[in-house]
């Protein structure tokens, strides 16, 4: 045996949408009813383990035997399943991996594991088994019945003195033998995707990325329940009050309403298009004091950024930690890391100057002394988020990260020397950028530094082709300038930057003749191709990006446009559009991704627990140097030659934005 392809049914009690499948599979009441597989591509076999069947003795030694692969669509789930499954009925036959130290000890071994969305993910395609089948258009499809079976025997249809209780195989012999059907369907599809795919494998080294990434997942980032418990209570009070306040003030049934809301504030003379955050702070200036106290209250009862500790309490697991919280290649244009569960992606930020004294006082459960001293308690709530990540006992946290990446990627593979420069000599690259704009020397804090605001938003908006409606999304609008003058500076930091503004059109160019031509053609260390229906673009890593049915059409202004299949802005599969500028922003991000991956694994000897975009949260010792850390980081890879990167950090007990 070389390869065994899994699908396995399971049951809990624990909503694995909210939890994820560590939490999942840890519950108590957990068990797997349905295990499918194919040895080496043979038919597909369903063992029923929820009528009393037995693994063969092959199988269960191949899930321990490193020597074979395992494959499965999710992969993940098969092995988190299967870590608990074993571990719980063959104590015997379970092997771990990590050290002693380390929390991934309670897991199989990533390393044996192959994930087929991975394989369908690096190819650009969506990120479930029905809409990859779809997409390909396989005659084994998965079956629709699923979700009804899955309803029916795998969640607690009820309750008896806290137990929950399961349909059992028996209860409905006709389902039962449909959800047999099902399961095996699913490792027939999973067969089917990789033979379609199979002529565009995934490199080796892209499959070790993805051992270290399930490693970090299996190691998962401790919380601290008490602040979270507590932050939960605090937070229900509070909208409960706020919510009273204002039903006081305006007589509303649901203040919380959008509708209701809007249309109250309309007959008291006050016309609002949404109650979003941007637009309630601009009408905060002007707004009579009567209905900016409903403001004020409605903008904190509304407050959802809080959600994450009731996120934090689902997703934690029995020994403290929250797991699953990266999705490996979940962003598939690029490769990036996608966030799970709590979304460690968006936290909100922390500003409170008295950040330790704030936390200790929520851990304390004082809310009168919370509202006596922060005045806006959900705001406070939001800020503290961060710091529910702490490290275990006798550790620390040294987080690091990366120093204006994607600007060092863009001006490297563009050859913008004047940046190359401004990196090599230390120098703040948003001064440099105004300075370079504007003529003028530019220092923060200090001559011209008024400017430099213009060059970091210049700077944030610009490098991609953005124009007037970028720098607005970018926080141009609190410059105070008009539609032209941000014309103006977006004209100034593309004059700054010629190489760059080169680079979007040769990759445009690049892109259109790999498409019309379907040929290979190169640029700026890129090289792009078209492959039996896809655009790939060869990034200096080796790892390609890749765009399906990739076509050349006309763009609302009526001219030649690129346009490919891909999950759209409400995750369906669409064709969309893309051209220069956007291709570079794919690939500059993609390179910032390798890049920070191969940080991670030069530095898998530490406990690396999280990464935020450019950022890494690594639980270690407190003898541990940060400017071990900084300097790892700081080391390129051969394939970035001339790449200059820069790494900063600081240490901490409790995760925060330094």
Not at 124 to 152: F, N, T, W, Y
Not at 268 to 277: P, R, T, Y
Not at 497 to 520: C, G, L, M, N
Request: net charge negative; charged share 25%.
């Amino acid at each position: 045996m070389q390869k065994l392809m899994i699908d396995l049914e399971t049951k809990s009690d624990i909503d694995i949408a909210k939890s994820g499948v560590y939490r999942y599979a840890d519950s108590p009441y957990f068990d797997i009813l349905l295990f499918a597989y194919s040895v080496d591509d043979a038919p597909v076999q369903v063992v029923d383990l929820a009528s009393g069947e037995q693994l063969p003795e092959e199988i269960m030694n191949a899930l321990t035997d490193d020597r074979i692969q395992k494959h499965a669509f999710n992969a993940s789930f098969e092995r988190i399943c299967l870590s608990v499954w074993l571990h719980r009925n063959y104590p015997e036959c379970f092997v771990s991996y990590g050290s002693p130290e380390d929390a991934c000890g309670n897991y199989l071994s990533p390393n044996a594991w192959r994930c087929t969305m991975v394989a369908a993910a690096y190819l650009g395609l969506p990120l479930s088994l029905a809409g990859v089948g779809a997409v390909l258009q396989l005659q084994q499809q998965k079956m629709s019945e699923g979700k009804a079976l899955i309803r029916h025997f795998c969640i607690p249809y009820d309750h008896v003195n806290g137990v929950p209780q399961f349909h059992a195989p028996t209860d409905a012999p006709e389902k039962w033998n449909i959800f047999r059907a099902y399961n095996q369907r699913d490792v027939e599809t999973e067969q089917a995707i990789e033979q379609k795919i199979a002529r565009f494998p995934v490199p080796e080294f892209v499959w070790q990325e993805y051992v270290l990434d399930q490693s970090i997942n299996d190691r998962g980032i401790q919380l601290d329940l008490q602040l979270v418990q507590q932050a939960i209570r605090m937070d229900t009070l509070t909208k409960d009050k706020l919510l009273h306040q204002l039903k006081d003030l305006t007589n509303l049934d649901n203040p919380n309403s959008v509708q209701q809301m809007k249309q109250w504030l309309a007959e008291h003379g006050l016309e609002l298009e949404s109650l979003g955050k941007k637009e309630v702070q601009e009408q905060l200036k002007t707004a009579p004091p009567d209905l900016q106290v409903v403001l004020l209250l409605r903008q904190q009862a509304s407050k959802s950024s809080v959600k994450k500790y009731q996120a934090m309490q689902n997703a934690v697991c029995s020994d403290g930690r929250a797991r699953g919280m990266f999705q490996f290649y979940g962003a598939n244009r690029t490769g990036r890391e996608a966030g799970r569960i709590i979304q460690l992606q968006n936290l909100p930020q922390n500003h409170l100057p008295d950040l330790e004294d704030a936390r200790e006082l929520v851990k304390s459960g004082d809310l009168e002394a919370v509202e006596l001293l922060y005045e806006d308690v959900p705001n406070t709530l939001s800020q503290l988020i961060r710091t529910a990540f702490v490290p275990k006992p006798g550790y620390k946290f040294l987080v690091a990260d990366f120093s204006a990446i994607e600007a060092r990627v863009i001006a490297w593979l563009a050859g913008e020397e004047w940046r190359m420069k401004a990196f090599a000599n230390g120098e703040d690259i948003y001064c440099a950028s105004a300075s370079k704009m504007f003529g003028v020397p530019v220092v923060k804090h200090g001559e011209n530094g008024h400017l430099r605001q213009k060059g970091k938003i210049s700077e944030l908006a610009c490098g991609f082709g953005g124009s007037v409606g970028a720098m607005k999304a970018m926080g141009a609008d609190s410059l105070g300038l008009s539609d032209t003058e941000l014309k103006q500076i977006v004209t100034d930091w593309r004059e700054a930057s010629p190489h760059i503004t080169e680079f979007w059109w040769a990759v445009d160019r690049a892109v259109k003749k790999a498409v019309k031509e379907k040929t290979a053609t190169k640029t700026h260390g890129l090289l792009f191709s078209y492959e039996a229906g896809f655009l790939f673009i060869r990034l200096p890593s080796g790892r390609r990006l890749a765009y399906a049915k990739p076509y050349i059409g006309k763009n609302k202004f009526g001219g030649e446009s690129v346009t490919y299949m891909g999950i759209n802005a409400q995750k369906k599969w669409d064709r969309l559009e893309s051209y220069g500028p956007k291709f570079v922003e794919n690939c500059v991000q993609g390179i910032a991704r390798d890049l920070l991956m191969y940080s991670m694994q030069t530095l898998s000897q530490y406990f690396i627990v999280g990464h935020i975009h450019d950022e890494m949260i690594i639980e270690c010792p407190k003898d541990t140097k940060l400017d071990e850390i900084c300097q790892q980081m700081a080391r390129t890879p051969d394939w970035a030659k001339g790449l200059l990167l820069r790494a900063d950090g600081y240490e901490c007990s409790f995760y925060k934005k330094d």
